[in-house]
């Protein structure tokens, strides 16, 4: 049994990573390289802009939950270095650093050359993981 649960976890983590590297690579032009723009319609509701604090940060957010096969339930980015997550009832608990880690790779490959977190929360909303990417050291350290 406890053999089935650890592979579930690494095929889960495989399984996004692959995802995010292979739409990541096949992305004409990064996120982070395309102009931010408002909305034509000025009047247009609040909830197009919710998911990111600028346009590619909105893009990556929307990019994140169409991508996470029922893991993510929603996503937002702000400042292009800050991503949080708001993960589904699906994700065992020993699941959700490797999904973190995931995600902080891609997010990295969307926004680089800047230090990155990502902020995990349960479905309730609270806190429960905060994955941070230093760029001097290239290395994630996290905090429960």
């Known amino acids: 049994m406890q053999f089935l649960q650890k592979s579930r976890q690494i095929l889960t983590?495989?399984?996004?990573?692959?995802i995010l590297t292979i739409?990541?690579?096949?992305s004409g032009s990064s996120v982070a390289t395309q102009r931010p723009q408002l909305p034509a319609n000025s009047s247009?509701?609040?909830?197009?802009?919710e998911r990111g604090s600028t346009a590619s940060g909105q893009q990556f957010g929307d990019w994140v939950v169409r991508q996470s096969k029922g893991l993510v339930q929603?996503?937002?980015?702000r400042d292009n270095n800050k991503l949080g997550v708001v993960i589904t009832p699906q994700v065992k608990p020993n699941e959700v650093?490797?999904?973190?880690?995931?995600l902080l790779q891609g997010f990295h490959k969307n926004f680089p050359n800047q230090d990155l977190t990502?902020?995990?929360?349960?479905p309730d909303k609270k806190l429960i993981l905060?994955?941070?990417?230093?760029q001097q050291s290239q290395q994630i350290s996290y905090e429960s």
Do not use: E, F, H
């Not at 739409?23 to 096949?26: D, M, R, S, V």
């Open 130 to 134: 905060t994955g941070k990417y230093d």
């Open 97 to 102: 650093r490797p999904l973190a880690s995931s």
């Open 13 to 18: 983590a495989l399984t996004l990573a692959l």
């Open 23 to 26: 739409t990541t690579a096949c």
């Open 118 to 122: 990502v902020l995990v929360y349960a």
């Open 44 to 49: 247009a509701p609040y909830n197009q802009i």
């Open 74 to 77: 929603d996503a937002y980015v």
